[in-house]
């Protein structure tokens, strides 16, 4: 059963005309889901909201002016009372991601199956209800941040102000205000949950939302997380990358049988202690390190990782990592997928040194694209003739002009939310074949977090034995949906 009710507005409301601003094209449906033998009634509200800003002229106020219309998914669970129940705010990364993949993937009350390593789903794919959803325990609203999904400068504006740090976070940000103070839930345990470059976007909202509104949050949910973009910077000068690449590096050469028998537990270790200590070492003493140390440190690498003593003599003991992921099956003529590392697939000229195409990537945008058209349309009854941008170059180049001079980091941010907002509590998850968030790299910051020791509890880890959206593998789904379950409820302090 599905009722539809749309907002009133002008007959061409969502079409560029000379006589009508945007407005809201929100409509509203109904549905239910069984979970655990309960069943959900649920209102979902979905279109484009319209972002307005105070703007003066010449020192005179000249009214809110519309700047941006957002694609917004809420769903509401029917007769809950607002001050107990949380909501929790969820979206993507890229930059120019839009929130398909945890909307579709992991959260939502009905999610796409997309098959997994070696049993994908042919076309046209299916949608199914989702008996894992957060919705059981949290109200949702995925957000497509501006030019992502149906979103879009309104006409006469700039897109390119919201394709940057800041811009990206003040936009976001005032969905979040908007859609909390429209909808009577500034009582409402609240939570983000971002993935990729949506966990730097989270840790830079938390502080955001409190320094610019008071918005205090109960929790952070942070998948595949990047912090501080130093630790993924391959370039010259730079050798943290390499070292805290390794773990997964030796996990992914690991679940291609390049390890034999030993226990993936085993190895980890193995890699984690050579990456706090030898290696780093060895890199730092350059040309200063002797024959002997360097073919020592050569040959552990060359374990480890899976590539010949050749491959990283010849690479000065620094592994690229989508050098990596095209070499280390080179010899059974595949390349390993960056975002799952899981996935293998043929290339058109097996001399490359970096690869085509991330086979990772390409098992998955199908798929979830096939399963968000036909969702909006079919199910949510929302209606655009705009391409839905899965994922957009069109964000680029992205614009960290905040950060000139410094490198690219919210660790302080979050650590500065966390000082100020004792009760935050942040929730991580890695998965140890993500070959685009290392879990290591991930790790070394968060060790780094200039909170208060008493803080450091407020932070839980999850591990999964999959890639960047470890959803993809169906174990790690399930499991994963308990996790983030479970932390909603602990963290919603009722």
Request: aromatic share 10%; glycine share 8%.
């Amino acid at each position: 059963m599905t009722d539809k009710t749309t907002d009133e507005q002008p007959e061409d409301a969502g079409k560029d005309s000379a006589q009508d601003l945007p407005t809201d094209d929100l409509v509203t449906t109904r549905h239910s889901i069984t979970v655990k033998r309960r069943k959900l009634n649920y209102t979902t509200t979905t279109g484009r909201v319209v972002l307005r800003q105070e703007v003066l002229t010449e020192g005179t106020f000249d009214g809110h002016q519309p700047k941006a219309e957002v694609f917004v998914t809420a769903y509401t669970l029917d007769g809950a009372d607002p001050a107990r129940r949380p909501v929790t705010f969820a979206f993507n990364g890229g930059p120019g991601s839009s929130s398909v993949w945890l909307h579709l993937g992991l959260l939502g009350p009905r999610r796409v199956v997309s098959g997994d390593v070696g049993d994908l789903a042919p076309p046209p794919y299916d949608l199914v209800d989702n008996a894992e959803t957060l919705l059981a325990h949290s109200d949702l609203v995925f957000i497509d941040p501006v030019s992502t999904g149906y979103s879009r400068a309104v006409k006469g504006e700039k897109p390119g102000q919201y394709h940057g740090f800041q811009g990206d976070l003040e936009s976001v940000g005032e969905v979040v205000r908007l859609w909390t103070s429209r909808n009577g839930r500034w009582m409402s345990p609240k939570f983000l949950a971002g993935e990729s470059y949506g966990t730097t976007r989270a840790a830079g909202l938390a502080d955001y939302l409190q320094t610019r509104y008071g918005m205090y949050l109960n929790g952070l949910m942070l998948i595949s997380s990047v912090l501080d973009f130093t630790t993924l910077d391959f370039s010259e000068g730079n050798d943290l990358p390499h070292t805290l690449f390794l773990p997964t590096y030796a996990a992914i050469a690991h679940y291609h049988g390049l390890h034999g028998d030993r226990p993936l537990e085993e190895v980890l270790a193995d890699a984690e202690d050579f990456a706090s200590r030898d290696y780093p070492w060895a890199l730092a003493r350059g040309n200063r390190l002797t024959a002997e140390e360097r073919e020592a440190t050569v040959t552990r690498l060359a374990s480890l990782t899976g590539l010949s003593v050749d491959y990283v003599d010849r690479v000065d003991l620094r592994i690229e990592h989508v050098r990596f992921f095209t070499e280390l099956l080179r010899d059974r003529r595949q390349v390993v997928g960056r975002l799952d590392s899981r996935f293998t697939g043929p290339e058109d000229d097996y001399g490359r040194e970096h690869f085509s195409q991330d086979p990772s990537y390409s098992a998955i945008l199908g798929p979830y694209t096939a399963a968000l058209n036909h969702y909006v349309r079919a199910e949510l009854g929302y209606e655009n003739d705009l391409p839905y941008e899965i994922l957009t170059g069109n964000v680029r180049p992205w614009s960290y002009k905040e950060f000139e001079g410094k490198h690219v980091t919210v660790a302080d941010k979050l650590a500065a939310a966390m000082r100020a907002n004792p009760h935050l509590k942040v929730h991580i998850a890695y998965g140890h074949l993500d070959g685009a968030t290392p879990y290591y790299a991930a790790e070394h910051v968060v060790a780094h977090l200039r909170v208060p020791a008493a803080l450091h509890a407020n932070i839980e880890h999850a591990y999964y034995p999959a890639g960047h959206m470890m959803y993809v593998h169906e174990p790690s789904r399930v499991q994963q949906s308990k996790d983030l379950a479970a932390f909603v409820q602990s963290a919603s302090n009722r």
